[in-house]
């Protein structure tokens, strides 16, 4: 069964988005929002779940994915796109870094997984 998502997509992000050779570092970069995303709004995403997903618009890019658990929930697709742009503002590259470094996460596993059509 396949769920239905609202697309946020970090405007901030958009040339990198966009570039499909820089796949790996998009994931990279949403992987990383997803946690701070969860911080900063801690509480605020009961029932809700932030997935990268593939979209399609004039070519397949990653992207953040929306799942409200119950239909009547709020909508909070805007409030995560204003979260992550303030993230994207104020955190510096050395967090991002000690993300990158921390975690063993398997990006191309991660690209084929995301990607596949």
């Known amino acids: 069964m396949t769920r239905g998502y609202q697309i946020v997509e970090p405007e901030l992000l ?13 994931l990279m970069v949403l992987a990383w929002l997803i946690g701070e995303v969860h911080r900063e709004l801690n509480g605020q995403l009961e ?3 932030i997935e990268i997903i593939r979209v399609e618009y004039m070519g397949a890019y990653p992207a953040l994915g929306v799942w ?6 709020a909508d909070l697709g805007k409030l995560i796109e ?7 503002k104020k955190k510096n590259v050395a967090e991002f870094a ?12 991660m690209r084929k997984r995301v990607m596949a059509t």
């Open 68 to 73: 409200y658990s119950r239909a009547a929930m």
């Open 14 to 26: 958009a040339p990198l988005l966009s570039n499909p050779q820089q796949i790996d570092a998009s």
């Open 82 to 88: 204003q979260t992550t742009d303030r993230i994207l």
């Open 98 to 109: 000690a993300f990158c470094a921390g975690t063993d996460t398997d990006w191309a596993a």
């Open 47 to 49: 029932g809700v779940e």
